[in-house]
C-alpha cells in the first residue's frame, strides 16, 4: 500500500468517526436533509452505492466520484456534459484565459477531455466552477485586495473544486468548509492531497482553528471566527426551509463587520419558493446580477454585507426581480437600482 493511500484510510476513518460522534446532533435545523438531498442519497443507495467513499475506493477516487455517488453528478455522458460547460461559459464570455491559468485536482475526477481552446485536459466540472470562480473574482476584487488575508466559509462547499481556485488567486489564511458528511468527506480527501496544511474537523473540542477546516451540519454551532467572505454556490437552492433558516442566522452571526456574504442561486429545487425566504433583505444588498450558470432556471448573485442602517426594502419588488432573473428575462438595471437605492 503506498504511502497516500494509507494516508486517504485514515483520512477516512478520522472522518468516519467524526461523523458517527456527532449524529447525536442528526436534528439540528441545519442538518435535516432536504426532499432533493434526501433523494439524491436514496438513489445512490438504490443504485447499490455507499454515500460514504468506501475503504476500497480510495486507489481510485477520480474514478468513484466520476460515477456521480453522493455529489448528484451528472452520471451520463460525461464528454455531453464537458461540451455544455463548454458552451456556458462561451455564452457567459468566460475568458479562456482565466480558465487556463487555473489548476485541476488530479484526485476527484477522471472524465477530463480536450477542447481547442484549453490548454489542458479538464473535466466539466472543473470548466463549471471556472466560471464560478471568474465570477467570484469580479466581485471579490472590489472589495478585497489580492495580496489581503481572507478568511472564508463555503456552505455547500461540495468537491471543493471552488476553493482551490479561490486559493490559487487569493491569499486564503483560512477555509472552512460546510457541507453534508458524505460530500465533506470527498472533500477532504480531495484537498488534503493538494496541501499538506493543518486541518480540523469542527466539533464542540474544534471549534475551527486551522487554516482548513471542515465542519457538518450538525455541528454548525461549535464555528468559532468571523468570515471576511460567506460563499453559498447553488446550494441553499436545493435546502429545506429549516436549512435555509439556520445558514442565515449563521451568517448573521459569523461574518465580519466589514464581511460579505455571496448567494449564487435560484429556486425551486428546494423549499424556497420566493427570494424572501432566503432573507437577503436582512442584510445591505450591496447588488445582484444574473450569474452566467444558467440551466432551466438561472442563477441570480446576490452580494450583501450586514446591515448598517434601517433601510427597509420592497419585498415584492425583491421577489419579482429575483425571479425574473431566476427565469432568464433580461437584466433590468433600472429596476435593481430602484430595489437597491
Ligand atoms: C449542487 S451542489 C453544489 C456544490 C458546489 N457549491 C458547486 O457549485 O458545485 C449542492 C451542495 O449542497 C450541499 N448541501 C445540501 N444540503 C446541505 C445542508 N443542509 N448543509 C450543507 N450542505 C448541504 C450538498 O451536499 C452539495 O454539496
Not at 237 to 264: C, P, R, T
Not at 288 to 300: I, S
Amino acid at each position: 500500500m503506498s504511502k497516500d493511500l494509507n494516508k486517504l484510510k485514515e483520512l477516512r476513518n478520522k472522518f468516519i468517526k467524526y461523523y458517527e460522534n456527532s449524529t447525536i446532533r442528526k436534528n439540528v435545523p441545519a442538518a435535516k436533509v432536504s426532499d432533493f438531498w434526501k433523494r439524491v442519497h436514496s438513489s445512490t443507495e438504490k443504485k447499490g452505492g455507499d454515500l460514504f467513499i468506501p475503504e476500497k475506493a480510495l486507489s481510485d477516487i477520480g474514478d468513484w466520484t466520476a460515477k456521480g455517488r453522493t455529489m448528484g453528478l451528472p452520471r451520463g455522458n460525461k464528454k455531453n456534459w464537458f461540451d455544455k460547460s463548454i458552451k456556458r461559459v462561451e455564452a457567459g464570455n468566460i475568458p479562456f484565459d482565466f480558465i487556463n491559468s487555473l489548476i485541476e485536482s488530479e484526485h476527484l475526477l477522471n472524465d477530463k477531455f480536450e477542447h481547442p481552446k484549453l490548454d489542458g485536459k479538464y473535466s466539466g466540472y472543473f470548466i463549471l466552477n471556472a466560471g464560478t470562480a471568474y465570477g467570484f473574482t469580479k466581485y471579490l476584487d472590489r472589495y478585497f485586495d489580492r495580496k489581503s488575508p481572507l478568511k472564508i466559509a463555503e456552505i455547500g462547499s461540495g468537491l471543493g473544486d471552488l476553493s482551490y481556485m479561490l486559493m490559487q488567486l487569493y491569499n486564503i489564511n483560512k477555509y472552512t468548509y460546510i457541507d453534508l458528511a458524505p460530500t465533506a468527506l470527498l472533500c477532504m480527501l480531495n484537498i488534503l492531497q493538494i496541501y499538506e496544511d493543518d486541518h480540523e474537523l469542527i466539533d464542540k473540542e474544534h471549534t475551527g482553528n486551522c487554516k482548513l477546516n471542515w465542519c457538518i451540519p450538525e455541528n454548525l454551532e461549535f464555528i468559532d471566527d468571523k468570515f471576511d467572505v460567506i460563499i453559498n454556490v447553488a446550494s441553499l437552492q436545493e435546502m429545506s426551509l429549516d436549512n435555509v433558516n439556520s445558514y442565515i442566522d449563521w451568517v448573521k452571526a459569523h461574518l465580519s463587520e466589514n464581511g460579505i456574504f455571496i448567494s449564487m442561486n435560484h429556486y425551486e429545487r428546494g423549499e424556497v419558493t420566493k427570494a424572501r425566504e432566503y432573507r437577503f433583505h436582512e442584510f445591505d444588498i450591496l447588488e445582484m446580477d444574473k450569474n452566467y450558470r444558467r440551466l432551466t432556471n438561472g442563477l441570480v448573485d446576490v452580494v450583501m454585507k450586514l446591515k448598517t442602517d434601517s433601510k427597509e426594502y420592497d419585498l415584492d419588488l425583491l421577489d419579482e426581480v429575483y425571479h425574473e432573473l431566476v427565469k432568464n428575462k433580461p437584466l433590468n438595471k433600472d429596476k435593481i437600482n430602484k430595489l437597491l437605492k
